[in-house]
């Protein structure tokens, strides 16, 4: 499995990104994808999640109602579209992924795969 994420970047406070996450490796059809981020100094947290059937999700308080997650009808490609940004998103976020899981557990567990991160920084 590889997960490849970009879209990171500066960004200021109340702006908008989107990262996206290029899954291949296999059939991702029946996988639950996420994004997660570990700022400096900081535990690793999650972010969003989009369980096995493509329609749960879940996301982490502090990012409802600004954040969304997405993915297309394969999971080949997963999104995270962030809007109002805060310069607490300061992070980097990796995207992942798990066999057979609904959103909440993706969320609560430790995913199987991991990709690299990509950078977000919110400026004030």
């Known amino acids: 499995v590889q997960l490849q994420a970009s879209g990171g970047g500066l960004v200021q406070a109340g702006g908008s990104l989107k990262l996206s996450c290029a899954a291949s490796g296999r059939n991702f059809d029946n996988y639950a994808m996420g994004w997660f981020r570990q700022a400096p100094g900081k535990e690793r947290e999650p972010v969003a999640t989009l369980g096995w059937n493509g329609r749960s999700t879940w996301y982490t308080d502090s990012v409802k109602g600004r954040f969304t997650i997405s993915a297309d009808d394969a999971k080949s490609t997963v999104y995270l579209q962030m809007n109002s940004l805060k310069p607490e998103d300061t992070a980097d976020y990796y995207c992942?992924?798990?066999?057979?899981?609904?959103?909440?557990?993706?969320?609560?567990?430790?995913?199987?795969?991991w990709g690299h991160g990509t950078l977000v920084t919110v400026s004030s």
């Open positions: 992942t992924a798990d066999r057979a899981l609904n959103a909440e557990n993706m969320a609560l567990g430790i995913p199987r795969y």
